[in-house]
């Protein structure tokens, strides 16, 4: 098919690549070695002296990164023969786009199919103006001049919890407000509660089921306010503040009523099981429409609906899309989760295997954190896979293939895993829900 891709920004790859998903984990690697150096070379017997963070250097090798992945997309355009176009696109009508440039020309290009893949942006509150210079959004904290005395974070949400580990670990004091009563609250509780413990290790104060009322920057300070269950108030000053309450759908200027497509009272591009709109020939896909705004879900959408324009039968589990929290420990997730299991009522067998029983987690002093396997009572049939410990996110996949195939827990704890790996703790952890025969606990 002759294809074009619209783009309103000057670079290509959206927010995962440019603002999300690969600068936070750049940096994320960056101050996980920095705090390593500090903190464990020396039980290693590695011995430094003036050991200091070059932020510049770091948020300067972040934006090599990302440089390097956006020239990969825009190799990847020219090798496949996909014309691009930059700036705002708007439809005129169901099969006609404006593009409107930043020097504000425009032209207009037809299509006999158009997909909706305009993602998101970092959502607010109405009281809160976010100044992009001390109350910021994840964009603004991947590039930071300088390390927080105290970062304070709004929203207890993944995207919090990675960024503030980042200048946690570079030496910033960070607190916590969350409006719910546990961190990660999409999760299994278990995974937020332990991800809580570990980073109370590294200096996070935690203030659960605080609602915020004001945010005040008073210059070189700015200062939350937030209320408890009992109405009573507290005050937290820091010099920066990060609003991490999760992402709205951006829909601006896309100007749907002209094409006729229906949005729903969030904002979301409505779509039906197919990814289609209520106008045939118009699809949408990504953060814009209902499901878990995750780059990964996306991609698989944007291969669904091409195979579907292309007239073949295409399939997605969404239960099956893991969701992983980079934060050390990671924390990685697939299937359903206990609180979901205990909702629906159904008789369900719980095996879990922690780290700390891990050879390999002991050798790598990585020790936090555990894995949790969740399995039909009857028919053992594994129903979600719950981890937190080292390389999790890379673990989670066994998780995710065992479960498309059907696999029951035995069936996992029946497979060889290589001695000494972290992977050993999800066969110990469906050895413990087929009858409790975990090995080594």
Same mark, same amino acid.
């Given at each position: 098919?002759?294809?074009?891709?619209?783009?309103?920004?000057?670079?290509?790859?959206?927010?995962?690549?440019?603002?999300?998903?690969?600068p936070?984990?750049?940096? /994320?690697?960056?101050?996980?070695?920095?705090?390593?150096?500090?903190?464990?070379?020396?039980?290693?017997?590695?011995?430094?002296?003036?050991?200091?963070?070059?932020?510049?250097?770091? =948020?300067a090798?972040?934006?090599?990164?990302?440089?390097?992945?956006?020239?990969?997309?825009?190799?990847?355009?020219?090798k496949?023969?996909?014309?691009?176009?930059?700036?705002?696109?708007?439809?005129?009508?169901?099969?006609?786009?404006?593009?409107?440039?930043?020097?504000?020309?425009?032209?207009?290009?037809?299509?006999?199919? =158009?997909?909706?893949?305009?993602?998101?942006?970092?959502?607010?509150?109405?009281?809160?103006?976010?100044d992009?210079?001390?109350? =910021?959004?994840?964009?603004?904290?991947l590039? /930071?001049?300088?390390?927080?005395?105290?970062?304070?974070?709004?929203?207890?949400?993944? =995207?919090?919890?990675?960024?503030?580990? &980042?200048?946690?670990?570079?030496?910033?004091?960070?607190?916590?407000?969350?409006?719910?009563?546990?961190?990660?609250?999409?999760?299994?509780?278990?995974?937020?509660k332990?991800?809580?413990?570990?980073?109370?290790?590294?200096?996070?104060?935690?203030y659960?089921k605080?609602?915020? &009322?004001?945010?005040?920057?008073?210059?070189? +300070?700015?200062?939350?306010?937030?209320?408890?269950?009992?109405?009573?108030?507290?005050?937290?000053?820091?010099d920066?503040? /990060?609003?991490?309450?999760?992402?709205?759908?951006?829909?601006?200027?896309?100007?749907? +009523?002209?094409?006729?497509?229906?949005?729903?009272?969030?904002?979301?591009?409505?779509?039906?099981?197919?990814? #289609?709109?209520?106008?045939? %020939?118009?699809?949408?896909?990504?953060?814009?429409?209902?499901?878990?705004?995750?780059?990964?879900? $996306?991609?698989?959408?944007?291969?669904?609906?091409?195979e579907?324009?292309? !007239?073949?039968?295409?399939?997605? %589990?969404?239960?099956?899309?893991?969701?992983?929290?980079?934060?050390?420990?990671?924390?990685?997730?697939?299937?359903?989760?206990?609180?979901? /299991?205990? +909702?629906?009522?159904?008789?369900?067998?719980? !095996?879990?295997?922690?780290f700390? $029983?891990?050879?390999?987690?002991?050798?790598?002093?990585?020790?936090?954190?555990?894995?949790? *396997?969740?399995?039909?009572?009857?028919?053992?049939?594994?129903?979600?896979?719950?981890?937190?410990?080292?390389?999790?996110?890379?673990?989670? $996949?066994?998780?995710? *293939?065992?479960?498309?195939? #059907?696999?029951?827990?035995?069936?996992?704890?029946?497979?060889?895993?290589?001695?000494?790996?972290?992977?050993? $703790?999800?066969?110990?952890a469906?050895?413990?829900?087929?009858?409790?025969?975990?090995?080594?606990?």
């Amino acid at each position: 098919m002759k294809t074009a891709l619209i783009e309103k920004y000057s670079t290509l790859g959206g927010t995962c690549l440019n603002v999300g998903c690969i600068p936070s984990k750049a940096l /994320l690697d960056s101050s996980e070695h920095y705090h390593n150096a500090a903190h464990t070379f020396k039980t290693h017997g590695i011995d430094l002296e003036n050991l200091g963070v070059n932020l510049t250097q770091m =948020i300067a090798r972040k934006d090599d990164v990302v440089k390097q992945n956006v020239e990969g997309i825009q190799f990847l355009m020219k090798k496949n023969k996909i014309d691009v176009f930059h700036g705002l696109g708007s439809f005129v009508d169901k099969n006609t786009v404006k593009i409107t440039k930043e020097d504000a020309s425009a032209e207009e290009i037809t299509g006999k199919n =158009i997909i909706i893949a305009t993602g998101s942006k970092p959502s607010t509150l109405p009281f809160i103006k976010l100044d992009k210079q001390r109350v =910021i959004t994840s964009t603004e904290a991947l590039k /930071l001049k300088e390390i927080p005395k105290h970062m304070i974070i709004i929203g207890g949400g993944v =995207i919090g919890m990675e960024l503030g580990s &980042v200048y946690g670990r570079l030496g910033a004091k960070v607190s916590v407000v969350e409006y719910l009563d546990a961190i990660i609250p999409s999760m299994d509780r278990t995974m937020g509660k332990e991800l809580q413990k570990s980073l109370k290790k590294l200096g996070f104060d935690f203030y659960l089921k605080h609602k915020v &009322v004001a945010v005040e920057n008073q210059g070189d +300070e700015v200062e939350v306010k937030a209320e408890n269950a009992k109405g009573e108030t507290i005050s937290l000053k820091g010099d920066y503040v /990060l609003v991490s309450i999760g992402r709205r759908p951006y829909t601006d200027g896309l100007n749907a +009523e002209a094409a006729g497509v229906k949005l729903t009272d969030r904002g979301q591009v409505e779509v039906d099981e197919h990814l #289609r709109t209520n106008v045939p %020939n118009i699809f949408a896909i990504g953060d814009v429409v209902k499901g878990a705004m995750l780059a990964h879900k $996306a991609e698989e959408e944007g291969a669904f609906v091409a195979e579907v324009i292309a !007239g073949q039968k295409p399939h997605i %589990n969404y239960l099956l899309i893991p969701g992983v929290v980079y934060t050390w420990p990671e924390v990685a997730s697939v299937g359903y989760t206990e609180e979901q /299991l205990k +909702e629906q009522k159904r008789k369900y067998k719980t !095996g879990k295997f922690p780290f700390m $029983a891990s050879g390999r987690a002991r050798a790598s002093m990585d020790t936090d954190g555990v894995v949790k *396997v969740l399995a039909d009572a009857e028919t053992d049939e594994i129903l979600g896979v719950h981890m937190i410990g080292p390389r999790t996110a890379d673990m989670i $996949a066994e998780a995710v *293939v065992a479960m498309e195939y #059907r696999a029951s827990a035995e069936d996992i704890s029946r497979m060889s895993h290589a001695h000494p790996t972290y992977t050993e $703790a999800f066969k110990e952890a469906c050895l413990a829900a087929t009858d409790n025969r975990a090995l080594h606990i």
